[in-house]
T-cell receptor, first 115, second 111 residues
Framework: AQSVTQLGSHVSVSEGALVLLRCNYS??????LFWYVQYPNQGLQLLLK??????LVKGINGFEAEFKKSETSFHLTKPSAHMSDAAEYFC?????????????FGSGTRLSIRP | ETGVTQTPRHLVMGMTNKKSLKCEQH?????MYWYKQSAKKPLELMFV???????ENNSVPSRFSPECPNSSHLFLHLHTLQPEDSALYLC??????????FGQGTRLTVV
């Protein structure tokens, strides 16, 4: 069965500092992996996705993530945080079995940015 | 505009009421999902439909009843809810195992 673990429910960084949000996954088949962002009272917006092509994936708003199979990780990074990055971030894994797809989300990490 | 539209955006209902949440997508996706998001709790997958057939029911109480009449529409019928069912209900769609596209959600308050 698939699962996603996000380490740290809350991460706080200074504006201009490196952002690192951690995600580990478990999947019995090659996974598709995603990072989403959620602003208050909004739905989730896709930041980036890994679908078995390049292991380093670039997304919107300067975010990127690296798929490491040996570590079963898909950590999200951004070199320099902006105040507008403050939001909730979710890692997700999907797999398809017998034509039925399912997407499972991690518990989320709230990112705060200090001025 | 994400391509997935949920109505209503806000709903207040009593414990004896019956109401329905609606989700519509015109992205040509074959999978649709209901998620529940409560304060300080993980995003919970409730139901999954693939090609209009229910393929996942994540032990959801029977007071929540999903309906998928076609691949573009998904409903969540609500009856005799409890205050702890108050949450943000999110609908999403995807094409096979691809990324999910989310609606803006329905903020449900049970009084």
């Amino acid at each position: 069965a698939q699962s996603v673990t996000q380490l740290g429910s809350h991460v706080s960084v200074s504006e201009g500092a490196l952002v690192l949000l951690r995600c580990n996954y478990s999947s019995s088949v090659p996974p598709y992996l995603f990072w989403y962002v959620q602003y208050p009272n909004q739905g989730l917006q896709l930041l980036l996705k890994y679908t078995s092509a390049a292991t380093l994936v670039k997304g919107i708003n300067g975010f990127e993530a690296e798929f490491k199979k040996s570590e079963t990780s898909f950590h999200l990074t951004k070199p320099s945080a902006h105040m507008s990055d403050a939001a909730e971030y979710f890692c997700a894994v999907s797999e398809i079995r017998s034509s039925a797809s399912k997407i499972i989300f991690g518990s989320g990490t709230r990112l705060s940015i200090r001025p | 505009e994400t391509g997935v539209t949920q109505t209503p955006r806000h709903l207040v209902m009593g414990m004896t009421n019956k109401k329905s949440l609606k989700c519509e997508q015109h992205l040509g996706h074959n999978a649709m999902y209901w998620y529940k998001q409560s304060a300080k709790k993980p995003l919970e997958l409730m139901f999954v439909y693939n090609f209009k057939e229910q393929t996942e029911n994540n032990s959801v109480p029977s007071r929540f009843s999903p309906e998928c009449p076609n691949s573009s529409h998904l409903f969540l019928h609500l009856h005799t809810l409890q205050p702890e069912d108050s949450a943000l209900y999110l609908c999403a769609s995807s094409q096979a195992a691809g990324e999910a596209f989310f609606g803006q959600g329905t903020r449900l308050t049970v009084v």
